[in-house]
Nanobody
Framework: QVQLVESGGGLVQAGGSLRLSCAASGLTFSNYAMGWFRQAPGKEREFVAHISWWRGSTYYADSVKGRFTISRDNAKNTVYLQLNSLKPEDTAVYYC??????????????????WGQGTQVTVSS
């Protein structure tokens, strides 16, 4: 059974930093591209970042480019999202997602095969 478990969320002041982790189990992690999405109250889920399954190429939403960094450690079956220079508008539940061997349409959530349950990030002004 595939499981994705996010951690690292919390309450932080504007300008602060957090590091989110997503630990995967039940799959061959190196075969999966990984993405981070977020959903704020009353808003639709939106793409945040994606990391390729084999080249480690990374892609970001314009709203987070230069502030967030996605990375992966295949030995630990874990993907990370480093959040810097946080803004109140970054407040959301952050989800990680996995998809098998594809980077196409990385911003489309329905293209992903597995999802975690999310971790709350709250940025106070």
């Amino acid at each position: 059974q595939v499981q994705l478990v996010e951690s690292g969320g919390g309450l932080v002041q504007a300008g602060g930093s957090l590091r989110l982790s997503c630990a995967a189990s039940g799959l061959t992690f190196s075969n999966y591209a990984m993405g981070w999405f977020r959903q704020a109250p009353g808003k639709e889920r939106e793409f945040v970042a994606h990391i390729s399954w084999w080249r480690g190429s990374t892609y970001y939403a314009d709203s987070v480019k230069g502030r967030f960094t996605i990375s992966r450690d295949n030995a630990k079956n874990t993907v990370y999202l480093q959040l810097n220079s946080l803004k109140p508008e970054d407040t959301a539940v952050y989800y990680c997602a996995a998809r098998f061997r594809s980077d196409q349409d990385y911003a489309l959530g329905y293209k992903y095969d597995y999802w975690g349950q999310g971790t709350q990030v709250t940025v106070s002004s």
